[in-house]
C-alpha cells in the first residue's frame, strides 16, 4: 500500500469533468511540490503536471492541478476517450529521503 | 529531440546481478538529475533511484538500497543501475527518465527493459 493514497478508479462520460485526489503528510505533499504522470498502456509515461499546477508545452489546458496542505488533485475537463489511463501522483518524501508514486488512478471514459 | 534507451534488462535467477544501461541522447546529459522507475507486472509505477547531474548525489527506495547502486558516465551519456541480490518482486519493467529539474518530475522517459527474476 502507498504512502500517497490514490482512489483506484475514476470514470466520466465524453465532456465530463473527472478529478483525482492524492493523499499524503506532513513529510511529503505537505513539504513538497506534486507532480502527475499519465500512463498508458505500452508507453511510456507522460508528464502532465509538475509543480503542482504547471503544464509542459503540449498538455492541453483540460488538464489541471492543485495542492491545499496534504493533499492534492488532479482534474480533467472535456473527458475525451483518449484520456483513458493510469494516472500517478508523486512526490519527494523529506523521512524516506526519496521519491514517492501514488497507487495510481485507472480512469475510464464510458 | 530528447531519446533515452534502455538495455540489459534479462531473465536471472534469484540472488544474481545484472547491470542496466541507459543511452541519452538530445540534451546536455551532464545537467540534468536522471532517474529509474519500475513497473511490475500488473502494478503500478514505483520510484527506484535518482543521481544528480555530477554523480555525487543518488538516492534510493528502501525496497533495494543495499542492493541498487545508480551511476553515470557523463562523457559517454549513459546511465546505469547495477542490480545484486535479486529477488522475485524486483520483476518490473525498469524505466530511465531524465529529470525536468527536481528528482520527481521526469519530463523524457525511455521505452523500458524488462528483468525478470525466476528460477
Known amino acids: 500500500q502507498s504512502v500517497l493514497t490514490q482512489p483506484p478508479s475514476a470514470s466520466g462520460t465524453p465532456g465530463q469533468r473527472v478529478t483525482i485526489s492524492c493523499s499524503g503528510s506532513?513529510?511529503?505533499?505537505?513539504?513538497?511540490?506534486v507532480t502527475w504522470y499519465q500512463h498508458r498502456p505500452g508507453a511510456a509515461p507522460k508528464l502532465l503536471i509538475w509543480s503542482n499546477n504547471q503544464r509542459p508545452s503540449g498538455v492541453p489546458d483540460r488538464f489541471s492541478g492543485s495542492k491545499s496542505g496534504t493533499s492534492a488533485s488532479l482534474a480533467i475537463s472535456g473527458l475525451q476517450s483518449d484520456d483513458e489511463a493510469d494516472y500517478y501522483c508523486v512526490t519527494w518524501d523529506d523521512s524516506l529521503n526519496g521519491v514517492l508514486f501514488g497507487g495510481g488512478t485507472k480512469v475510464a471514459v464510458l | 529531440e530528447v531519446h533515452l534507451l534502455e538495455t540489459g534488462g534479462d531473465l536471472v535467477q534469484p540472488g544474481g546481478s545484472l547491470r542496466l544501461s541507459c543511452s541519452a541522447s538530445?540534451?546536455?546529459?551532464?545537467?540534468?538529475?536522471m532517474g529509474w522507475v519500475r513497473q511490475p507486472p500488473g502494478k503500478g509505477l514505483e520510484w527506484v533511484s535518482g543521481?544528480?547531474?555530477?554523480?555525487?548525489?543518488?538516492y534510493y527506495a528502501d525496497s533495494v538500497r543495499g542492493r541498487f547502486t545508480v551511476s553515470r558516465v557523463n562523457s559517454k551519456e549513459t546511465l546505469f543501475l547495477q542490480l545484486n541480490n535479486l529477488r522475485a518482486d524486483d520483476t518490473a519493467v525498469y524505466y530511465c527518465?531524465?529529470?525536468?529539474?527536481?528528482?520527481?518530475?521526469?519530463?523524457?522517459w525511455g521505452q523500458g527493459t524488462l528483468v525478470t527474476v525466476s528460477s
Open positions: 543521481i544528480s547531474g555530477n554523480g555525487y548525489s543518488s
Open positions: 506532513t513529510s511529503n505533499i505537505g513539504s513538497n511540490t
Open positions: 538530445g540534451f546536455l546529459f551532464s545537467s540534468y538529475v
Open positions: 527518465a531524465k529529470a525536468l529539474n527536481y528528482y520527481d518530475t521526469f519530463d523524457s
